[in-house]
Nanobody
């Protein structure tokens, strides 16, 4: 059974940093993409950052230059380094993965979410 466990969220003042982590376990496939999404109250879930198996990354315009996604292939872990946080970054952040094995696609699988609150 695939499990994604996120950690690192919390309450932080504007301008400060947080680092989110997501560990994937129970995967019987090669993980192709590892993403971070977020959902603020009353808003739709949106893609924040994505990293694929070749190391290519993609970011939402709102976080470019402030957030960095990275991946530890050996540990099946994805990180999101968030710098210069703003109140509008407040949301529940979710980890998401997809993969393949022997021509079959697996996922997407989602984590339970971790709350990030940016407030003075």
């Amino acid at each position: 059974q695939v499990q994604l466990v996120e950690s690192g969220g919390g309450l932080v003042q504007p301008g400060r940093s947080l680092r989110l982590s997501c560990v994937a376990s129970g995967t019987i496939f090669s993980i192709n993409t590892m993403d971070w999404y977020r959902q603020a109250p009353g808003k739709q879930r949106e893609l924040v950052a994505a990293i694929i198996s070749d190391g290519s990354t993609n970011y939402a315009d709102s976080v470019k230059g402030r957030f960095t996604i990275s991946r530890d292939y050996a540990e099946n872990t994805v990180y999101l380094q968030m710098n210069s946080l703003k109140p509008e970054d407040t949301a529940v952040y979710y980890c998401r993965i997809e993969g393949t094995s022997r021509g079959r696609t697996y996922g997407p699988f989602w984590g339970q979410g971790t709350q990030v609150t940016v407030s003075s």
